[in-house]
């Protein structure tokens, strides 16, 4: 009786070993001529990335049609002020709404929204025929803030405050925005590059505007 198992358990170990022998092989040749298709491709694509160019249509920019800077009226990004009266005013002036740090970072708010919707506006992706990436995206995000950044110094003592209140949120929205792109580790030094870039951006911009 043993003999018998004994032997019909080798037979199917052959079998066992004969059928993942195939199922390699299979394998092997399916991921063989997979690797030979991306390759193709991935050639393909190379040469036609370098025999097209972007081209850049300033006529989409410059022939439009002049609009307006003032948001309407129903527009999200218009935030006026909250006015309260009796109590209510009394209880939220205590608890510092109405002081000079508040009224700051409210409107800094406020601008920095103004912002982020003028960069994501797909006009100017279109022009300049960009792919809308994380590098695209902050590069035209620190070029919007060293314009604003630039007229607040024309505000003396108090523009400049009121900038590093802007500039407080945007690291903020630049440290969420690195997260989502799926950076989790070595923030820290993330925005630590980032950060030089920034002020790197900046200095050069201010160069550029030197007579």
């Not at 002081?99 to 100017?124: F, L, W």
């Not at 994380?134 to 405050?161: A, N, P």
Request: one cysteine or more.
């Amino acid at each position: 009786m043993l003999p018998r198992w004994s032997r019909a358990a080798i037979r199917l170990y052959k079998l066992g070993s004969q059928n993942n022998m195939e199922l390699r092989r299979d394998f092997c040749f399916v991921a063989n001529r997979s690797y030979e298709k991306v390759v193709v491709a991935a050639n393909d694509s190379a040469e036609k990335d370098f025999s097209t160019k972007p081209e850049v249509q300033l006529n989409k920019m410059f022939w439009t049609k002049p609009c307006s800077l003032a948001l309407p009226q129903g527009s999200p990004l218009r935030v006026e002020e909250p006015k309260y009266e009796g109590i209510r005013h009394i209880i939220f002036k205590l608890l510092l709404f109405y002081s000079k740090e508040s009224k700051s970072i409210r409107g800094a708010n406020v601008v920095y929204r103004r912002i982020v919707s003028q960069v994501d506006k797909p006009a100017i992706y279109n022009v300049f025929n960009m792919e809308k990436t994380f590098k695209t995206t902050f590069s035209l995000l620190v070029l919007h803030m060293w314009l604003y950044l630039r007229r607040l110094k024309e505000d003396g003592k108090e523009g400049v405050e009121f900038g590093q209140y802007l500039y407080e949120i945007y690291n903020h929205d630049v440290e969420l925005r690195v997260s989502k792109a799926g950076v989790n580790l070595l923030l820290t030094r993330w925005m630590k590059d980032l950060e030089k870039i920034f002020y790197g951006n900046i200095v050069a911009y201010d160069a550029a505007m030197l007579p």
